[in-house]
Protein backbone atom coordinates (compact mmCIF):
# COMPACT_ATOMS: atom_id res chain seq x y z
CA UNK A 1 0.00 0.00 0.00
CA UNK A 2 2.98 2.39 0.94
CA UNK A 3 6.26 2.29 -1.10
CA UNK A 4 8.76 4.27 -1.21
CA UNK A 5 7.54 4.95 -4.84
CA UNK A 6 4.85 6.61 -4.04
CA UNK A 7 6.42 8.52 -0.85
CA UNK A 8 9.80 9.56 -3.02
CA UNK A 9 6.97 10.22 -5.94
CA UNK A 10 4.74 12.10 -3.52
CA UNK A 11 7.86 14.48 -2.16
CA UNK A 12 9.00 15.48 -5.53
CA UNK A 13 6.08 16.35 -6.49
CA UNK A 14 5.54 18.30 -3.87
CA UNK A 15 8.85 20.33 -4.79
CA UNK A 16 7.20 22.84 -7.65
CA UNK A 17 4.77 24.25 -5.66
CA UNK A 18 6.96 25.11 -2.51
CA UNK A 19 8.84 26.89 -5.29
CA UNK A 20 6.10 29.02 -6.52
CA UNK A 21 4.86 29.56 -2.23
CA UNK A 22 8.11 30.80 -1.92
CA UNK A 23 8.00 33.81 -4.93
CA UNK A 24 4.19 34.14 -4.15
CA UNK A 25 5.48 34.99 -0.40
CA UNK A 26 8.32 37.38 -1.70
CA UNK A 27 5.07 39.45 -2.88
CA UNK A 28 3.09 39.25 0.76
CA UNK A 29 3.12 42.64 2.21
CA UNK A 30 0.52 42.07 5.36
CA UNK A 31 -0.08 39.04 7.56
CA UNK A 32 0.91 35.94 6.46
CA UNK A 33 -1.28 33.49 7.89
CA UNK A 34 -4.10 33.78 5.17
CA UNK A 35 -1.78 33.86 2.38
CA UNK A 36 -0.08 30.88 3.14
CA UNK A 37 -3.65 28.76 4.02
CA UNK A 38 -4.47 29.74 0.56
CA UNK A 39 -1.58 28.63 -0.90
CA UNK A 40 -1.57 25.57 0.94
CA UNK A 41 -5.39 24.21 0.06
CA UNK A 42 -4.43 25.33 -3.40
CA UNK A 43 -2.14 23.69 -3.92
CA UNK A 44 -2.52 20.91 -1.95
CA UNK A 45 -5.61 19.99 -3.20
CA UNK A 46 -4.52 19.84 -7.05
CA UNK A 47 -1.61 17.89 -6.07
CA UNK A 48 -4.22 15.65 -4.35
CA UNK A 49 -6.37 15.31 -7.32
CA UNK A 50 -4.42 15.30 -10.30
CA UNK A 51 -3.01 12.27 -9.72
CA UNK A 52 -6.26 10.41 -9.34
CA UNK A 53 -7.55 12.31 -12.61
CA UNK A 54 -4.04 10.98 -14.32
CA UNK A 55 -4.71 7.58 -13.30
CA UNK A 56 -8.05 7.65 -14.42
CA UNK A 57 -7.31 8.78 -17.50
CA UNK A 58 -3.84 6.72 -17.92
CA UNK A 59 -6.41 3.36 -17.19
CA UNK A 60 -8.10 4.69 -20.52
CA UNK A 61 -5.95 6.38 -22.98
CA UNK A 62 -1.82 6.68 -22.19
CA UNK A 63 -0.87 7.87 -25.22
CA UNK A 64 -3.06 11.27 -24.73
CA UNK A 65 -1.24 12.66 -21.54
CA UNK A 66 2.35 11.66 -22.42
CA UNK A 67 1.66 13.60 -25.72
CA UNK A 68 0.93 17.32 -23.87
CA UNK A 69 1.62 17.23 -20.56
CA UNK A 70 5.13 18.39 -21.17
CA UNK A 71 3.73 21.25 -23.75
CA UNK A 72 0.96 22.65 -21.00
CA UNK A 73 2.99 22.78 -18.27
CA UNK A 74 5.48 24.91 -20.21
CA UNK A 75 2.47 27.18 -21.29
CA UNK A 76 1.48 27.76 -17.77
CA UNK A 77 4.57 28.40 -15.99
CA UNK A 78 5.76 30.43 -18.54
CA UNK A 79 2.78 32.97 -18.59
CA UNK A 80 2.62 32.85 -15.00
CA UNK A 81 6.97 33.41 -14.56
CA UNK A 82 6.80 35.75 -17.80
CA UNK A 83 4.08 38.34 -15.61
CA UNK A 84 6.02 37.72 -12.30
CA UNK A 85 8.88 39.45 -14.88
CA UNK A 86 7.17 42.02 -16.23
CA UNK A 87 5.73 42.70 -12.72
CA UNK A 88 9.04 42.92 -11.37
CA UNK A 89 10.01 46.04 -14.33
CA UNK A 90 6.72 47.78 -13.29
CA UNK A 91 7.10 51.17 -11.06
CA UNK A 92 6.49 50.06 -7.24
CA UNK A 93 2.87 51.38 -6.74
CA UNK A 94 2.04 48.77 -9.42
CA UNK A 95 2.50 46.19 -6.69
CA UNK A 96 -0.30 44.48 -5.07
CA UNK A 97 0.00 46.22 -1.62
CA UNK A 98 -2.27 43.49 -0.16
CA UNK A 99 -2.35 39.80 -0.55
CA UNK A 100 -1.85 38.39 -4.16
CA UNK A 101 -3.25 35.22 -3.14
CA UNK A 102 -6.79 36.86 -3.12
CA UNK A 103 -6.40 36.07 -6.76
CA UNK A 104 -8.84 33.50 -7.72
CA UNK A 105 -7.01 33.65 -11.53
CA UNK A 106 -3.26 33.55 -9.47
CA UNK A 107 -4.04 30.20 -7.22
CA UNK A 108 -5.89 28.65 -9.43
CA UNK A 109 -2.88 29.24 -12.27
CA UNK A 110 -0.05 28.25 -9.95
CA UNK A 111 -1.92 25.20 -8.62
CA UNK A 112 -2.50 23.62 -12.08
CA UNK A 113 0.77 24.46 -13.04
CA UNK A 114 2.12 22.68 -10.77
CA UNK A 115 0.23 19.73 -10.49
CA UNK A 116 0.50 18.90 -13.82
CA UNK A 117 3.61 16.76 -13.64
CA UNK A 118 1.26 15.19 -10.51
CA UNK A 119 -1.40 14.42 -13.72
CA UNK A 120 1.58 12.63 -15.30
CA UNK A 121 2.79 10.49 -12.54
CA UNK A 122 -0.67 9.45 -11.87
CA UNK A 123 -1.24 8.23 -15.45
CA UNK A 124 2.69 6.47 -15.02
CA UNK A 125 1.12 4.49 -11.76
CA UNK A 126 -1.32 3.51 -13.75
CA UNK A 127 0.65 1.76 -16.79
CA UNK A 128 2.54 0.02 -13.89
CA UNK A 129 -0.64 -1.23 -12.29
CA UNK A 130 -0.17 0.43 -9.24
CA UNK A 131 -2.71 2.68 -6.75
CA UNK A 132 -2.74 6.57 -7.23
CA UNK A 133 -4.01 6.82 -3.71
CA UNK A 134 -1.07 6.96 -2.06
CA UNK A 135 0.72 8.76 -3.83
CA UNK A 136 -2.18 11.32 -3.79
CA UNK A 137 -2.26 11.47 -0.37
CA UNK A 138 1.35 12.23 -0.02
CA UNK A 139 1.53 14.23 -2.39
CA UNK A 140 -1.54 16.58 -1.26
CA UNK A 141 0.00 16.17 2.26
CA UNK A 142 2.94 17.24 1.89
CA UNK A 143 2.16 19.66 -0.69
CA UNK A 144 0.22 21.33 1.71
CA UNK A 145 2.57 21.90 4.78
CA UNK A 146 5.70 23.06 2.66
CA UNK A 147 2.93 25.73 0.49
CA UNK A 148 2.25 27.20 3.85
CA UNK A 149 6.48 26.84 5.05
CA UNK A 150 7.51 28.33 1.47
CA UNK A 151 5.18 31.16 1.61
CA UNK A 152 6.43 32.45 5.21
CA UNK A 153 10.12 32.02 3.84
CA UNK A 154 9.37 33.73 0.71
CA UNK A 155 7.53 36.45 2.78
CA UNK A 156 10.98 36.68 5.20
CA UNK A 157 13.70 36.72 2.56
CA UNK A 158 11.65 38.80 -0.17
CA UNK A 159 11.04 41.17 1.70
CA UNK A 160 14.61 42.32 1.97
CA UNK A 161 14.99 41.44 -1.74
CA UNK A 162 11.72 43.79 -3.03
CA UNK A 163 11.29 43.78 -6.81
CA UNK A 164 14.32 41.42 -7.66
CA UNK A 165 12.44 38.49 -5.42
CA UNK A 166 9.77 38.65 -7.62
CA UNK A 167 12.34 38.73 -10.66
CA UNK A 168 14.03 35.76 -9.54
CA UNK A 169 10.66 34.35 -8.83
CA UNK A 170 9.48 34.97 -12.59
CA UNK A 171 12.40 33.67 -14.30
CA UNK A 172 12.52 30.21 -11.87
CA UNK A 173 9.05 29.49 -12.60
CA UNK A 174 10.03 30.01 -16.52
CA UNK A 175 12.67 27.81 -16.33
CA UNK A 176 11.03 25.37 -14.79
CA UNK A 177 8.45 25.02 -17.30
CA UNK A 178 11.64 25.18 -19.86
CA UNK A 179 13.34 22.40 -17.92
CA UNK A 180 9.96 20.25 -17.41
CA UNK A 181 9.67 20.66 -21.83
CA UNK A 182 13.58 19.96 -22.72
CA UNK A 183 13.43 16.81 -20.86
CA UNK A 184 10.25 15.86 -22.00
CA UNK A 185 11.19 16.25 -25.67
CA UNK A 186 14.58 14.65 -24.92
CA UNK A 187 12.93 11.37 -23.83
CA UNK A 188 14.48 11.91 -20.32
CA UNK A 189 11.45 11.61 -18.26
Not at 76 to 102: Q, Y
Not at 105 to 133: C, M, N, R, Y
Amino acid sequence: MWDWGSLLSGLSLAMDAFAASICVGGCITGSVRAPALRMAGACGFFQFVMPLLGWLLGSYCADLVASFDHWLAFIILACVGGNMVRSSFKAEDSCPEDDPTRSFKLLFSLALATSIDAFAVGASFAFLKLSAWPLSVIAGVFTSLLCAGGVWLGCAVGGRLGKRAELVGGLFLFGLGSFILVTHLNGVS
